[in-house]
């Protein structure tokens, strides 16, 4: 991934107003072959990468088409706010983390989330080989370099959960530049792609403490909607999530191919080495298959896990103690359920 947000969220100056059961199987979902299909706009969080493999294994195989839908993978960007555009209708989905409705419900924009295809963020902190770095607590009272953002998010779960201090805090320059010129240097990072960007400029490969591995709990790879269009289109949002789920069971499965080709053409500065390393970093980590989703299957989530989440960023601070954060969730639409689970068997 990029050095930039990976959960897109609303500001705090956000300028704006307040704003039947899942099937258990793909086919259950199919359109009628005389209906026209649907067309969805689904914004992504930032340009076409593998992190997003199954929405894009789900477009290139059909998937999206077998279930009744023209979806279009609209790519994010620095200069994209996706809470914003899918509050003002320019999009009907967006891809963003547990981070993401829980603040716009904070704003009093209501919306939730409905899926999450990464159980495990791949945010990291990373640091140099040989510099005395092998767990998350030989990082306490070192330097860090995190952007702003980063601050009000996995910071204040460092924080709070593991003794960390803002005196710690050193500006990130979105440049691996300042990192590889210090040996001591510590940054903020990416577990999909510490190790390829940075390992090739240096003589070790760095040490990347993830943080999902320190309890840190936040969904990655969301999919969340405005609660109107949920309430309004129940059956579009469930086929979309299944059609999503089964893409990214073939990506988990180590079918990607399909996606890979999609990704690539669309964003051809991203090189298949690192879609390649991506997925195996991915794949051997957990981060598709692991968490809820090794009961529920991908997209998977839980009232208990959404629960910790927020008791542990409320206490941090970041959100109020008294919000409602069942308001930012759904699990209508999460589980494949025990049909599709025994099919696996």
Request: charged share 20%.
């Amino acid at each position: 991934m990029n050095a930039t947000d990976t959960t897109p969220h609303a500001s705090p100056r956000f300028p704006l107003r307040r704003l039947l059961a899942l099937a258990v199987a793909p086919l259950c979902l199919l359109a009628p072959a005389a209906q026209a299909a649907e067309s969805l706009r689904f914004g992504l969080n930032w340009l076409p990468q593998a992190e997003m493999c199954g929405f894009y294994q789900a477009q290139a195989s059909g998937l999206y088409q077998q279930a009744g839908l023209n979806v279009e993978l609209v790519p994010g960007g620095p200069d994209r706010n996706i809470p914003l555009q899918v509050a003002a209708g320019d999009l009907q989905l967006g891809m963003g983390s547990s981070f993401t409705t829980l603040n716009m419900v904070q704003r009093d924009i209501p919306a939730r989330t409905v899926a999450a295809f990464l159980q495990k963020d791949p945010q990291t902190l990373v640091a140099h080989a040989g510099q005395g770095v092998e767990t998350l607590e030989d990082l306490k009272g070192r330097p860090i370099m995190v952007a702003k953002f980063s601050q009000t998010e996995f910071w204040q779960f460092l924080k709070q959960r593991h003794g960390f201090s803002d005196s710690q805090l050193r500006p990130y320059a979105y440049s691996s530049v300042p990192f590889l010129a210090d040996p001591k240097a510590v940054q903020q990072g990416y577990i999909t792609e510490d190790a390829h960007l940075l390992g090739k400029e240096l003589k070790e490969p760095p040490v990347s403490i993830l943080l999902a591995d320190y309890g840190y709990d936040n969904y990655a790879t969301t999919v969340f909607a405005l609660d109107s269009f949920i309430d309004a289109q129940r059956d579009t949002v469930a086929r979309f999530v299944a059609a999503s789920r089964e893409g990214w069971r073939e990506c988990a499965k180590g079918d990607y191919s399909a996606a890979m080709q999609a990704t690539l053409a669309a964003n051809p500065e991203h090189g298949e080495a690192l879609y390649h390393f991506k997925m195996k970093q991915m794949r051997e980590r957990g981060l598709i298959d692991s968490g809820d989703a090794a009961e529920h299957g991908p997209g998977a989530m839980s009232d208990a896990r959404w629960k910790g989440f927020f008791e542990t960023m409320s206490a941090a601070g970041v959100y109020r103690p008294d919000l409602d954060y069942r308001r930012a969730y759904t699990l209508e639409f999460a589980h494949s359920g025990p049909a599709v689970a025994a099919q696996e068997q």
